[in-house]
């Protein structure tokens, strides 16, 4: 069955047909923010990490599948009847919803036609700042005018995704939120330093901080209490889950067309309201085409012409998004593994950095000095490592003398497994993967670093 | 408002009205099996440890609420209505079902009217096998012959509940089920000593032992496509998610009532076969019984007459009942703690087995002994630990030489956490444990045992 096509000129995976079988993730930001979006917009975000830097909440293997996600509602304030830009979490039927999806390099573009009502939400986070763009476009094709309600939703999560399983009751207590100037700013106040926002745009009609207020009792992301009866109810405070609903009102005369412009972000208020200011539409279409240029640099690197236009095609940019993707998030931010276990592999990383020399040296050379660094004085290389373990402080946000929560690795003994955990081969892809960074780059003052072992002194030059 | 009242002459809880703004929740079993049931039918269950036993997946904190379950869906084969015995997961509006719930001592009795078919959902854990009845009585109240189809649901987990944020891709592949005598067979490969079953009346008309293949893509356990099909597919095999899914049709005369057993337990397809020729109806009459005289003995070693009868009540059976489960089953399997911490507060297990001694003295000699096994040397307690720590062999079940998985703790230092983690006061709680324990019992040959620190040499016989 067909689901999608290549779209060579653009660049983009279209999925036309949305219920596909299987997930069709991508993966958007290159830099510090991360956020990992299906074909049904289901999907979360991280800064920096996966496991400990968490943004949203993701409940993988979880029914439905795939959820939650960061998802714009509409509903029709005349009828009552409402759907979202994307197919989940409402999952109107495809007979009647149209769907198309567009995954380019990094950046998602989710079409609805429902209702005569066209939506576009275009999802990308931009090179310079920690944010997530949601730019939607909403176009009233029908002959009438119309009068909507659209509701932006993001589910916040604990920081330590580890916490979804362990010590949930008092994390609970732990979480706050609030809405002022239109940006809801949510704290967790484990690490009292670490604010998420989620802002929209002006003339805010409405919104909800708490989950359990925006869904309802018993209720699901699939049948939200706010939306269906079309009215936030201004929840904020302490405990509990929180949550970005934003309510905006949007009156379309026939052929009429807006753009809002939503922010889910890595800090506080201050920062949602600098954001905001920054990314008006203008602004989106600049950082988009700061991105185009990113990539087409990358992609200039290396192009290949065949006889096979898959291969042409999967070469100059579908596996270059994959090689780029795995040296930037390591493989460890997935939709099956989304934090539990991460920081490096000690044999997929040295593969990765292999493939990557050309379009990304600097990384490269970044995870190739880790994994040295994670070599211990025996030989081995050890199997999974966070390379923060070599940092004197591993939570650079975190102000000095601050306790850090248990949840952190306090000690590099508890990564320090030994034997163990190791595969005799972990070690000997180092060799090959220095080799292609000395080939690609030339940089053989690499060769001239004195790197210790994991187990060697921190102070001292070589291992024991 | 109110949701339900006590029933004392039956040491029930009543909760007429089922959309209560929590989780009202009835722990079952007194022995090696533990299932956490809501008013709902949601909830999980367990082999001794939450954390490393579990028998079916619970999502804590997902939404909808307090999903998945241990659910039986009806459907009316000749129109295709389907809901459920349980108000959740098909959650029809409740003025056209009619839902009871019946929280009793170890045992809950879910009730529904709906279509003019009565169903009443008894669960029971017996005393003398780790197995989970479900007691099922449908009846048509119609003037009309019904059709229906039953369809039994649980989704089993993998047995370490920590997997489910952590190596979720490989135990992906590592999970197997099949179907044979009528008797659906799980089994985890990292623990293949270890089985779970889910079975069955006889004459079964189909069953899916995969999630994906019952529930369906882009669906959850409010719309499963075997249910609305109205027929299983006979899914099973190795990799994915796996759970028991079992279809039985029953014809009813107009006021026709039948009765149904089904049985979830610990243990192979053989011993799901015995333990399916034991539990008759019979049979669950029997263990019924010899769980009110359980009940009934702890009842009558204390009872206390006052002018108020909520105090009364709530002395001689519901205080009871909320000791008895935390002494046996500790305070880290509930609705929120689920499993991702486990073992014995060293505070809480002291308080509990203060207030204990007179109903279940054995079991608080041998929590006594485990608190004073969990004292260091230098005094303190571990704030929290896992008693198996100090078992040689700390998965019985495991046949000699395997080696463990790594999710189960492999050395004491793991635990051993020091005073990081210590309060001051944990170990001050064992004093006045043991003298509440002496005082009930006059075990004062208690006294004469030599119980080592928990940084002992384990061959030794006191702390360093």
Same mark, same amino acid.
């Given at each position: 069955?067909?689901?999608?096509? @290549?779209?060579?000129?653009?660049?983009?995976?279209?999925?036309?047909?949305?219920?596909?079988?299987?997930?069709?993730?991508?993966?958007?930001?290159?830099?510090?923010?991360?956020?990992?979006?299906?074909?049904?917009?289901?999907?979360?975000?991280?800064?920096?990490?996966?496991?400990?830097?968490?943004?949203?909440?993701?409940?993988?293997?979880?029914?439905?599948?795939?959820?939650?996600?960061? $998802? !714009?509602?509409?509903?029709?304030?005349?009828?009552?009847?409402?759907?979202?830009? #994307?197919?989940?979490?409402?999952?109107?039927?495809?007979?009647?919803?149209?769907?198309?999806?567009?995954?380019?390099?990094?950046?998602?573009?989710?079409?609805?036609?429902?209702?005569?009502?066209?939506?576009?939400?275009?999802?990308?986070?931009?090179?310079?700042?920690?944010?997530?763009?949601?730019?939607?476009?909403? +176009?009233?094709?029908?002959?009438?005018?119309?009068?909507?309600?659209?509701?932006?939703?993001?589910?916040?999560?604990?920081?330590?995704?580890?916490?979804?399983?362990?010590? !949930?009751?008092?994390?609970?207590?732990?979480?706050?939120?609030?809405?002022?100037?239109?940006?809801?700013?949510?704290?967790?106040?484990?690490?009292?330093? +670490?604010?998420?926002?989620?802002?929209?745009?002006?003339?805010?009609?409405? @919104?909800?901080?708490?989950?359990?207020?925006?869904?309802?009792?018993?209720?699901?992301?699939?049948?939200?209490?706010?939306?269906?009866?079309?009215?936030?109810?201004?929840?904020?405070?302490?405990?509990?889950?929180?949550?970005?609903?934003?309510?905006?009102?949007?009156?379309?005369?026939?052929?009429?067309?807006?753009?809002?412009?939503?922010?889910?972000?890595?800090?506080?208020?201050?920062?949602?309201?600098?954001?905001?200011?920054?990314?008006?539409?203008?602004?989106?279409?600049?950082?988009?085409?700061?991105?185009?240029?990113?990539?087409?640099?990358?992609?200039?690197?290396?192009?290949?012409?065949?006889?096979?236009?898959?291969? #042409?095609?999967?070469?100059?940019?579908?596996?270059?998004?994959?090689?780029?993707?795995?040296?930037?998030?390591?493989?460890?931010?997935?939709?099956?593994?989304?934090?539990?276990?991460?920081?490096?592999?000690?044999?997929? +990383?040295?593969?990765?950095?292999?493939?990557?020399?050309?379009?990304?040296?600097?990384?490269?050379?970044?995870?190739? $000095?880790? !994994?040295?660094?994670?070599?211990?004085?025996?030989?081995?290389?050890?199997?999974?490592?966070?390379?923060?373990?070599?940092?004197?402080?591993?939570?650079?946000?975190?102000?000095?003398?601050?306790?850090?929560?248990?949840?952190?690795?306090?000690?590099?003994?508890?990564?320090?497994?030994?034997?163990?955990?190791?595969?005799?081969?972990?070690?000997? $892809?180092?060799?090959?993967?220095?080799?292609?960074?000395?080939?690609?780059?030339?940089?053989?003052?690499?060769?001239?670093?004195?790197?210790?072992?994991?187990?060697?002194?921190?102070?001292?030059?070589?291992?024991?």
């Amino acid at each position: 069955m067909r689901h999608g096509y @290549f779209d060579t000129e653009r660049d983009e995976y279209v999925i036309d047909r949305v219920d596909t079988p299987a997930s069709w993730t991508n993966y958007l930001g290159v830099n510090d923010y991360c956020a990992i979006l299906n074909q049904t917009g289901g999907g979360y975000s991280f800064y920096r990490s996966a496991e400990r830097g968490r943004v949203t909440r993701f409940r993988a293997n979880g029914l439905p599948q795939d959820y939650p996600g960061h $998802w !714009l509602y509409l509903r029709d304030d005349d009828d009552g009847d409402y759907w979202s830009a #994307t197919w989940q979490p409402i999952g109107k039927p495809l007979d009647q919803a149209r769907h198309r999806v567009r995954h380019g390099l990094s950046y998602s573009v989710f079409e609805c036609r429902y209702a005569d009502i066209e939506v576009s939400q275009r999802v990308l986070v931009p090179l310079g700042d920690p944010v997530e763009l949601w730019d939607v476009t909403v +176009t009233n094709r029908s002959e009438r005018p119309r009068r909507l309600s659209l509701f932006g939703y993001v589910e916040f999560s604990f920081h330590s995704i580890q916490i979804d399983n362990q010590n !949930l009751q008092m994390s609970l207590y732990a979480a706050g939120s609030s809405q002022a100037a239109g940006v809801i700013e949510y704290d967790f106040h484990y690490e009292p330093w +670490t604010y998420h926002y989620f802002a929209g745009p002006p003339n805010l009609a409405g @919104f909800d901080c708490r989950r359990e207020a925006f869904v309802g009792d018993y209720r699901s992301e699939a049948n939200p209490v706010a939306v269906e009866r079309g009215a936030c109810s201004g929840s904020a405070g302490t405990t509990g889950n929180h949550c970005g609903g934003l309510q905006h009102r949007v009156e379309l005369a026939s052929g009429e067309s807006r753009r809002l412009v939503y922010l889910l972000g890595h800090g506080d208020r201050a920062a949602g309201i600098t954001a905001r200011a920054k990314y008006t539409p203008e602004g989106v279409d600049q950082a988009a085409a700061q991105l185009r240029a990113y990539w087409a640099d990358k992609q200039s690197r290396l192009k290949v012409a065949t006889p096979s236009w898959a291969m #042409t095609a999967l070469t100059n940019a579908w596996t270059l998004l994959q090689l780029e993707t795995c040296v930037v998030w390591s493989r460890f931010a997935s939709f099956v593994e989304v934090g539990g276990r991460t920081g490096l592999g000690y044999r997929d +990383t040295a593969q990765d950095a292999m493939a990557a020399a050309h379009s990304h040296p600097d990384k490269v050379r970044q995870r190739l $000095w880790e !994994l040295l660094r994670g070599q211990m004085s025996a030989g081995y290389g050890l199997h999974l490592f966070d390379p923060l373990l070599f940092q004197e402080n591993r939570r650079p946000e975190a102000p000095a003398g601050v306790r850090l929560p248990t949840v952190l690795p306090e000690s590099a003994a508890d990564q320090l497994h030994g034997l163990q955990d190791a595969c005799s081969d972990d070690h000997l $892809w180092l060799v090959g993967a220095v080799v292609a960074y000395l080939k690609e780059t030339g940089d053989l003052a690499f060769l001239d670093q004195v790197v210790p072992f994991a187990d060697s002194d921190p102070e001292g030059d070589s291992g024991s």
